[in-house]
């Protein structure tokens, strides 16, 4: 029993000691496979999600964003009007700077991006002759159109259009320098001129268009100063002569609306320093203005006589000085919108039943 017992115990023995071994062969394995796994799991599935994600959505937001924004800026840009010297230098060589009146003889030359040009120039006082005033503007007319299309920028040039400006007394006593003349000729046409044997008197049909104010346009030298004054008594109040038509209440009440819209475009493009917008809006609002003119002067003459003060000062701004004061522009127009909304409100309450 003793013998049986002791082997017993041996073999019981050198099994625990087997099963030692094996557990450390395992213990031995087991780190290796822990530490490969380590290794390989986070270098194949992190670095390639860390590489990706951040340089594919960063560089194209960082190419796309400029290419998005900066498109139309260039359009904008490209869009304006710009001066036109050597334009300006071709015409100043072709007339007489002195104008026998204290206003400059060329106010401006520009071109835009389509080939457009407009040249304003002030016509010149002839002995306060109508008729001699009339045959000057002409000429000069003529000889703006010939310079521009002999000038280096001829290639660029597709219109023109030539603006002569006078003084204009109105029936409130104030003089204004103001569009009496337009003439407008297109590149095609110009070619197929022949400027030598062109008269004055073919001018008007020579040209795509033509007009002169009924004030200035006087072909006949008979005219007596009692016509030209009879002329001129019946344009007022239209800048393009134009019989006046008296207007009531309500009327006038829809001049002013139209006025205050093209106020508000014009001070929201000079916001923006849109010079070329604001000018042209505001030459839109002379249109209403002239037609309700008259009855402002009438129906309230104190309002009257400061938005005709705003009014001159904005068109002294904005179509007279070169470059452009578009701050007093600005001031100008503002001052003009406060006086024709009052005028407006009173109007309403006028016209309700």
């Not at 599935?45 to 190419?63: D, K, L, N, Y």
């Not at 700077?97 to 304003?120: E, H, K, N, Q, S």
């Not at 009014?311 to 701050?327: C, K, Q, S, Y």
Request: charged share 20%; hydrophobic share 45%; proline share 5%.
């Amino acid at each position: 029993m003793l013998n049986v017992k002791g082997f017993q115990a041996r073999m019981m023995a050198a099994g625990v000691m087997f099963a030692l071994v094996l557990m450390m062969a395992a213990c031995a394995e087991a780190p290796q496979q822990s530490q490969g796994a380590a290794q390989s799991s986070p270098v194949a599935i992190s670095q390639p999600v860390a590489q990706s994600r951040p340089a594919t959505t960063s560089q194209s937001a960082a190419q796309s964003q400029p290419a998005a924004t900066s498109a139309p800026a260039v359009q904008s840009q490209a869009a304006q009007i710009v001066d036109a010297p050597q334009i300006l230098q071709a015409v100043g060589a072709v007339l007489s700077p002195d104008t026998a009146r204290d206003v400059p003889r060329l106010a401006r030359a520009t071109i835009d991006t389509t080939g457009d040009v407009t040249v304003v120039f002030a016509l010149r006082n002839e002995h306060d002759d109508k008729q001699a005033i009339h045959t000057t503007a002409l000429a000069d007319t003529l000889a703006i159109l010939w310079a521009i299309y002999h000038s280096p920028d001829t290639n660029r040039v597709m219109t023109t259009t030539v603006v002569g400006t006078y003084a204009l007394m109105g029936k409130t006593g104030r003089t204004r320098e103001l569009p009496v003349l337009r003439a407008v000729l297109s590149a095609q046409r110009a070619a197929q001129l022949d400027w030598q044997a062109l008269s004055l008197e073919q001018l008007p049909q020579a040209v795509d268009v033509w007009w002169m104010h009924a004030a200035m346009d006087v072909p006949k030298a008979a005219a007596s100063q009692a016509e030209l004054a009879a002329a001129y008594a019946n344009t007022q109040g239209d800048t393009e002569g134009r019989a006046h038509k008296p207007l009531g209440p309500a009327e006038v009440h829809a001049q002013i609306d139209g006025m205050l819209l093209h106020l508000n475009e014009a001070l929201h493009a000079l916001s923006g320093n849109d010079i070329g917008v604001a000018r042209s809006q505001f030459k839109q609002f002379f249109e209403k203005w002239d037609g309700a003119e008259e009855e402002l002067r009438v129906m309230y003459p104190q309002q009257y006589a400061q938005l005709d003060q705003e009014l001159e000062r904005a068109e002294v701004a904005l179509l007279h000085t070169m470059p452009e004061d578009g701050n007093t522009g600005r001031f100008a127009l503002r001052a003009l919108r406060t006086g024709l909304l009052e005028v407006a409100q009173d109007l309403e309450a006028k016209i309700k039943p």
